[in-house]
């Protein structure tokens, strides 16, 4: 056990791949040299020397050499600095990585690994700020995985290197520096997927992911004062999905909100309410409750995020509301 | 008479071994049956998507067959090979059996790929062929990191990827050009240069037609040659991997040449200008090896031999392929991922 933040359980992730592996490479923008821009990988290139490096700003090229490395038997982890900049190269994700294994018929595979982080912070600018996860679950053949924690930010990173498939990973930087807590460096490798009940509850159940598990947790607490008793899932992956681990929990709740920072019109909470509806709507009494940020660009000031942005104030309010159904 | 060898770089299932052979020992009569391997499967395709048997967008390379002869003939096995959706003639020449790459195109379960790749973006990794790619510049960073595996290996294999002049227009590619020369990566960039970026004339869209010099200012050596002389493209691909093999890293060759076909198959070909197919015609690397041969005493009959040899095996391939069952149906959600299990 280490206590660690969870951007420091990322360098640990990377750094036991890098050692335990020699095919790993870790690669992209400023993560050499400079130990990445928020630190993820800083003190790897003085450990494990040139299989980390710095890149030129070429999303293409970064994500391509992946692809191209990774069909080569190599397992490059590469990092795009932010989730916005991965739609400068979106080809070498959805019209190439995912389609070597499937194409070839399994001849060919590309388990390579992208690293990013997204989300909003006070003073982000719109293209800094966006929440991606819906458009790369939209993508068959790509693995995605949102580490709401630092355990998980290391245990999901370690799951991904480890898959034969391309992996995405996406962190939130609004988590890299917060407080340390105890991370299990040698915990053991498992297969992507699986969603974790993170607070049991008889009432209501709350599916979030990634940063918004923070505020959701605040006010599923909050709401026991009410005498609301809430059930929270830490969906974790959306590729693979656990659907099951949603019906089980609606089946004991039957009440369901899907909470996300990512816009509301074809966000994955969409996704999950449409299973439900479409394979266990008998299992609820109210209808799914979705809450995300309204279809707007995100602007930078923080006021003018705050009010877009749900918080653990306008999820209780949402909870308290779906309650009373 | 000069002795006439159809044997030695095709084998009897029409299969082309280039790989293998040293091109200062190749006749013209080998290069000539070689390429009638490209073309013939080339205008076989051409039939059967006319007749329907083949669908979808199909694109030849009739014309252009001596820039992949001339380039396997130069590059050894393992080199991986990364090329366009114009890719067929690449496939064949780094190896693929016609039968596999027919049987491909046709939808048949014993495709390269099983029918999943179809005309425009199949592999055979079996022969280092790892693949066409459909979007234009998208094959030139992932040779990039082909090369950066081979790098990182300690291989010395070299990494050939090829696109058309339009694609140097594409951001990835210059991505990619930086990219190499920065790492100094064992690749070989080949720009097929058949004067049409699809249907537009790529004079019309550079500034600079000469494509080669794109690489001067990412520091990377180029040259521009004669793509319709396999034994130019052989040299300057040989000597483009010596140096990439000695760690000198990539080599951006521009080949001129002119395809003979549309674009596409349906291409209507509204931008050519008058009489610019004839000339081509006289131009192109098959009607030049059969001058070649005829001043130096082949005649015509044999040169024919030669021709009828390579499509006489491609017939029988190709009618091997229509023979095999289609791919199955059941099997379409296979291959997905690594494990069923992340299906869900």
Redesign the interface.
């Known amino acids: 056990m280490a206590k660690i933040t969870y951007a420091q359980a990322i360098t640990s992730a990377l750094d036991r791949a890098l050692s335990e592996d020699n095919d790993v490479?870790v690669y992209g923008e400023d993560v050499g040299v400079g130990g990445g821009i928020f630190g993820c990988t800083k003190g790897l290139r003085a450990r494990h020397g040139e299989?980390v490096f710095d890149?030129?700003i070429?999303?293409?090229?970064i994500?391509?050499?992946?692809?191209?490395?990774?069909?080569?038997?190599?397992r490059?982890v590469v990092e795009i600095m932010w989730v916005d900049f991965s739609l400068v190269?979106l080809?070498?994700i959805v019209?190439?990585a995912v389609?070597v294994?499937?194409?070839?018929?399994?001849?060919?595979?590309a388990?390579l690994t992208i690293r990013t982080q997204q989300g909003a912070m006070p003073g982000s600018c719109a293209q800094h700020s966006q929440n991606l996860e819906a458009l790369f679950a939209h993508t068959?053949?790509l693995?995605v995985g949102l580490p709401s924690n630092a355990q998980d930010a290391h245990d999901m990173l370690l799951s991904g290197i480890h898959?034969?498939?391309p992996v995405i990973i996406i962190e939130n930087r609004t988590l890299y520096f917060g407080e340390k807590v105890d991370v299990d460096e040698d915990a053991p490798v498992v297969?992507?997927?699986g969603a974790r009940v993170v607070r049991e509850g008889a009432d209501l159940t709350v599916v979030s992911w990634s940063a918004m598990m923070g505020p959701v947790l605040e006010a599923a607490t909050a709401a026991a004062a009410h005498g609301v008793d809430v059930e929270v899932i830490d969906l974790r992956w959306l590729?693979?999905?656990?659907?099951p681990a949603v019906f089980r929990s609606i089946s004991k709740t039957s009440k369901l909100m899907i909470a996300h920072e990512a816009n509301i019109t074809g966000g994955f909470g969409a996704e999950i309410a449409a299973r439900v509806v479409g394979e266990a709507v008998h299992l609820l009494d109210a209808p799914v409750r979705r809450v995300g940020v309204a279809d707007v660009r995100m602007p930078a000031a923080p006021g003018l995020q705050g009010a877009l942005i749900p918080n653990a104030d306008s999820i209780l309010r949402e909870i308290l509301e779906l309650a009373r159904f | 008479m000069t002795e006439i060898s159809t044997t030695g770089l095709i084998d009897g299932n029409g299969a082309l071994h280039l790989r293998s052979a040293s091109p200062e020992e190749v006749g013209d009569s080998e290069l000539a049956s070689a390429m009638w391997v490209l073309r013939g499967f080339e205008e076989r395709i051409r039939e059967l998507r006319v007749s329907g048997d083949v669908v979808g967008s199909v694109h030849l390379g009739i014309g252009q067959e001596a820039i992949p002869v001339g380039a396997l003939l130069a590059l050894r096995p393992g080199d991986?090979v990364?090329s366009t959706y114009r890719g067929h003639g690449w496939a064949l020449a780094s190896g693929a059996a016609p039968e596999g790459v027919f049987a491909e195109l046709l939808g048949r379960a014993g495709g390269v790929?099983?029918g999943?790749?179809g005309s425009a973006?199949?592999?055979v990794?079996?022969e280092d062929f790892?693949?066409e790619?459909?979007?234009v510049g998208?094959g030139?960073?992932?040779?990039?990191?082909?090369?950066?595996?081979?790098k990182?290996?300690g291989s010395d294999a070299v990494?050939l990827t090829v696109f058309g002049d339009g694609a140097l227009n594409q951001?990835?590619v210059s991505?990619?050009f930086?990219?190499a020369s920065?790492m100094k990566l064992p690749v070989i960039f080949i720009c097929e240069n058949n004067g049409y970026s699809e249907l537009t004339p790529i004079a019309s869209m550079v500034v600079n037609p000469m494509l080669h010099e794109r690489g001067d200012v990412y520091g990377i050596p180029n040259l521009r040659i004669d793509g319709n002389d396999a034994r130019a493209v052989a040299g300057a691909v040989g000597a483009a991997a010596a140096r990439a093999r000695a760690g000198g890293g990539p080599t951006l060759i521009e080949a001129l040449t002119q395809r003979l076909v549309g674009h596409y198959i349906g291409d209507a070909e509204l931008y050519r200008a008058k009489g610019e197919l004839d000339r081509a015609m006289e131009d192109e690397p098959l009607e030049r090896l059969r001058r070649s041969l005829e001043s130096s005493g082949t005649t015509s009959a044999e040169f024919e031999v030669l021709r009828d040899t390579a499509l006489a095996r491609l017939s029988a391939a190709c009618d091997r392929a229509i023979g095999q069952p289609f791919a199955d149906t059941s099997t379409v959600y296979?291959?997905?991922?690594?494990?069923e299990?992340?299906?869900?």
Do not use: W
């Open positions: 490479l299989r890149t030129p070429s999303e293409s090229a994500l391509g050499s992946a692809v191209g490395a990774a069909m080569m038997g190599k490059p190269a080809d070498q019209n190439q389609n294994r499937y194409v070839s018929e399994g001849r060919l595979s388990p068959p053949g693995l898959a034969d498939d297969a992507p997927g590729r693979p999905l656990d659907m | 991986p990364y790929n099983g999943r790749g973006y199949f592999s990794p079996e790892y693949g790619n459909s979007i998208a030139a960073p992932i040779a990039c990191g082909s090369a950066l595996a081979a990182f290996n990494t951001g990835s991505e990619a930086n990219f920065v296979d291959h997905l991922y690594s494990k299990a992340y299906r869900g």
